[in-house]
């Protein structure tokens, strides 16, 4: 359905978006996933043909920007981060109004916002000024608008950006329901959102994509690390941090600052050890040190994207 290959963007030097490579398939929903400023609406930007790449190429079902811009245009709706709304008109003009700039025919309008009234739980707002909606509700009638043309393939710029936790439930069911027959690709920088809400989530910082995975696999690999904060009291250091290297060449071990001097404290991190903490408490077994404590933290999704997108590239 969507294949970008080499795709870069630069603003006057500054490489927003540095040759990135993704396919989307059809029926699928892509989460690009990143902090602020990764280059994540600069690159749906350049999907939808409001930017022209700075080199790669992008290909819609055959179709290539900047070749075939208008046409693929009428294949996309798309969404901004904040819904371009005409504020002075009720929402159904405004969606009336929309619907005849995309071309569809008299006859069939009506049937179409009654569609979209329902999917898009409209229908009690309907007769409402724009400017009386709250965020959340703006954001349901942007859906609508980007939906209006019934286009195969939706790109949606951080949708839940600014909501309340209840707004955030009721879009993301909305684009689940959506995403039964549509191609969906959604920006967000909250792991939780695309966690909830994509098949496939795409990790980008710095212009740069960093991890491609579902979430079920992100998950796996997440659980495969792990750290573990170790404390022993009367052991001796430098031979407690051989002892423990000793172990498995995949543990890193680490001395922590400890305000108890006769205490000793590590953090180690695992990485594909089965059973760590057995292995590691065994070992400690065979001295005649006291363990004061000996916990593990498995490694969260939230630790991932945190590690992904806060190193030095």
């Given at each position: 359905m969507i294949e970008v290959t080499n795709l870069t963007k630069?603003?006057?030097?500054?490489?927003?978006?540095?040759?990135?490579?993704?396919?989307?398939?059809?029926?699928?929903?892509?989460?690009?996933?990143?902090?602020?400023?990764a280059g994540k609406t600069t690159t749906l930007r350049m999907l939808t043909g409001f930017f022209e790449p700075s080199s790669g190429n992008i290909e819609i079902k055959g179709l290539k920007i900047p070749e075939d811009t208008l046409e693929i245009k009428k294949l996309i709706g798309y969404l901004?981060?904040?819904?371009?709304?005409?504020?002075?008109?009720?929402?159904?003009?405004?969606?009336?109004?929309?619907?005849?700039?995309?071309?569809?025919?008299?006859?069939?309008?009506?049937?179409?916002?009654?569609?979209?009234?329902?999917?898009?739980?409209?229908?009690?707002?309907?007769?409402?000024?724009?400017?009386?909606?709250?965020?959340?509700?703006?954001?349901?009638v942007g859906l609508a608008h980007a939906m209006i043309s019934d286009p195969e393939i939706l790109i949606l710029d951080e949708p839940t950006?600014?909501?309340?936790?209840?707004?955030?439930?009721?879009?993301?069911?909305?684009?689940?329901?959506?995403?039964?027959?549509?191609?969906?690709?959604?920006?967000?920088?909250?792991?939780?959102?695309?966690?909830?809400?994509?098949d496939r989530i795409l990790i980008?910082?710095?212009?740069?994509i960093v991890a491609d995975d579902t979430p079920e696999n992100l998950k796996k690999s997440a659980k495969s690390e792990s750290q573990i904060t170790l404390s022993l009291h009367?052991?001796?250091?430098?031979?407690?941090?051989?002892?423990?290297?000793?172990?498995?060449?995949?543990?890193?071990?680490?001395v922590e600052d400890s305000s108890d001097k006769d205490t000793i404290s590590f953090k180690i991190i695992t990485i594909g050890l089965d059973n760590p903490m057995k292995t590691i408490y065994l070992k400690i077994k065979e001295t005649d040190w006291i363990i004061s404590e000996f916990k593990k933290e498995s490694q969260s999704l939230e630790n991932i994207f945190h590690k992904l997108t806060t190193e030095d590239k």
């Open positions: 630069n603003y006057n030097g500054f490489c927003a978006v540095d040759k990135i490579d993704f396919k989307v398939e059809k029926g699928e929903i892509l989460g690009l996933l990143g902090p602020n400023g901004p981060e904040s819904a371009p709304l005409y504020h002075n008109m009720l929402v159904f003009d405004y969606l009336v109004y929309v619907a005849k700039i995309k071309g569809i025919e008299k006859d069939k309008i009506a049937g179409r916002l009654k569609e979209l009234s329902s999917l898009c739980g409209l229908s009690e707002i309907m007769h409402r000024p724009v400017a009386e909606l709250s965020k959340g509700l703006n954001q349901r950006s600014g909501l309340d936790p209840n707004q955030i439930v009721e879009i993301r069911k909305i684009i689940k329901n959506i995403g039964r027959e549509k191609t969906i690709i959604l920006s967000t920088h909250i792991l939780s959102e695309a966690e909830a809400t994509c980008i910082d710095k212009g740069k009367e052991a001796d250091s430098n031979k407690a941090l051989e002892l423990l290297k000793s172990i498995d060449n995949k543990l890193i071990v680490e």
